[in-house]
């Protein structure tokens, strides 16, 4: 594990696995944009055992147990964007953010046998301040401690395509 850099906002820490060999299934172009502008990208079902640990870091995972990992498709993510983007907007809805500053990843695993897929969701803000390497959230998950509106988790559940509640951080004061 790698600390990054501590942000001069609150005591967040950007905390980064280092992993060599990560593999990366694919990046999907999110909000209806530009295709250059790639903000979510899904790990695959290997990614995701050696990541888990580090979504965990600052909370609880929104699920009860993992039994397993997967590799979400491309129809999983598309359903689970048009439900995503629809509660980030929401939850966004009395601050200055906007959802389409936002970034995404996405790993698949087994809660209870059900196929989820969990969202690491962080703020154009963060990424640029808490990365190295800005384009380095393509490789590692990006997990902000005391970011609050600056980064959420969900989960989503594939077979139901129930989107449960986005879970902010505390503290998070808007963009540096």
Request: hydrophobic share 40%.
């Amino acid at each position: 594990m790698r600390v990054r850099r501590e942000f001069g906002w609150g005591v967040a820490l950007m905390l980064a696995l280092s992993v060599s060999g990560c593999t990366i299934r694919r990046e999907h172009g999110t909000f209806a944009g530009p295709a250059a502008q790639t903000r979510s990208v899904v790990f695959d079902s290997a990614a995701t055992s050696r990541f888990l640990w580090a979504l965990s870091h600052c909370s609880e995972l929104p699920i009860d147990s993992i039994g397993g990992t997967w590799t979400p498709s491309d129809n999983d993510i598309r359903l689970l964007e048009a439900r995503l983007f629809v509660a980030l907007r929401a939850s966004l809805d009395r601050t200055s953010l906007r959802a389409q500053d936002y970034y995404f990843q996405y790993f698949g695993v087994l809660d209870q046998a059900k196929r989820i897929v969990l969202i690491n969701g962080f703020h154009d803000a963060v990424r640029r301040a808490g990365l190295d390497d800005p384009e380095d959230w393509r490789q590692e998950p990006v997990v902000v401690c005391d970011a609050g509106m600056g980064e959420f988790q969900a989960a989503y559940d594939v077979e139901s395509r129930q989107l449960r509640e986005l879970h902010f951080f505390p503290r998070f004061n808007g963009p540096p």
